[in-house]
């Protein structure tokens, strides 16, 4: 089965725009197009377009990223560099989770703070 871009945006959550930006970024290399030039998205490219959104998402530049998708999949020459690619965006997102869990406790200590007949001590901020 095939999808048109509006169809595939939709699928994924995502505005078409942001699939023709991924395309014109070049992180889409797999995709097809139909004699006329438009996309044509297939049931297996949405794995594909599934890990560049949560790439993505980790805050991994688009550069990365393509450096990524343009590396061979499943060749043991590529396999060393995208393991670092990927472990190197892991510490970015544990670095993340760290500051968040700091956001978290003081956020937290404020509500605990501001709760109706807490023993109040002068606020730290």
């Known amino acids: ?38 996309r044509v998205f297939r049931e297996e490219d949405f794995d594909a377009l599934r890990l560049i959104q949560c790439l993505k998402k980790t805050g991994m530049t688009i550069r990365a990223i393509r450096e990524f998708i343009e590396l061979p999949a499943g060749s043991e020459d590529t396999a060393a560099r995208r393991l670092s690619i990927l472990t190197a965006q892991q510490e970015v997102l544990r670095q993340k989770m760290d500051e968040l869990r700091d956001m978290m406790r003081l956020i937290d200590y404020k509500i605990e703070y501001y709760q109706p007949g807490h023993a109040k001590r002068a606020p730290e901020g």
Do not use: H, Q, V, W
């Not at 945006?9 to 505005?15: E, H, K, Q, S, V």
């Open 1 to 38: 089965m095939t999808y048109s871009i509006s169809e595939a945006a939709r699928l994924l959550g995502i505005a078409p725009s942001t699939l023709r930006y991924y395309d014109k970024e070049g992180l889409l290399p797999f995709i097809g197009r139909t004699e006329s030039g438009a």
